[in-house]
């Protein structure tokens, strides 16, 4: 014969199922969620970390936004200071849903204070500096 299961023990066996049963709704909200969250507002596709140029070469800044998350432009800068100080290389107006945004940048004619040898930094970001997005060391060469 088998033993009848108490009622504490089918209640906690009917929990489980509608548990299980909402599990799928449950994490489908989260992912989308983590998804976005995850997902960085303001990113610099171009130039990479590591990445060398000859002094004088027009350098393609690449970057994704998305510009539904925040009300302004963005601002592009460098810096030869390790991130102690920071040059203005160009603001670009807003733009509408995730847009790339490229700019030729001519060290040679925008940025002369570049020379052979120490590393450079990018910095993006919107107008109230809520979302900053930086690259590592890339190099320029002669």
């Known amino acids: 014969m088998i033993p009848k299961p108490s009622a504490s023990r089918s209640l906690k066996r009917l929990s489980i199922l509608a548990c299980l049963a909402l599990l799928p709704l449950l994490t489908a909200r989260c992912t989308t969620e983590d998804k976005a969250a995850a997902e960085p507002v303001i990113q610099i596709l171009s130039p990479k970390t590591g990445d060398s140029f000859k002094l004088g070469d027009t350098v393609k800044i690449i970057t994704k936004s998305d510009y539904t998350r925040f009300t ?71």
């Open 72 to 142: 302004s432009g963005i601002t592009i800068n460098y810096s030869i200071d390790s991130a102690k100080s920071w040059q203005l290389i160009k603001s670009k107006v807003r733009k509408e849903g995730i847009q790339m945004d490229t700019l030729s940048w001519i060290q040679s004619e925008d940025s002369p204070d570049i020379t052979a040898g120490p590393g450079v930094m990018l910095q993006v970001y919107d107008y109230t500096k809520k979302f900053p997005a930086k690259t590592g060391f890339f190099t320029f060469h002669n």
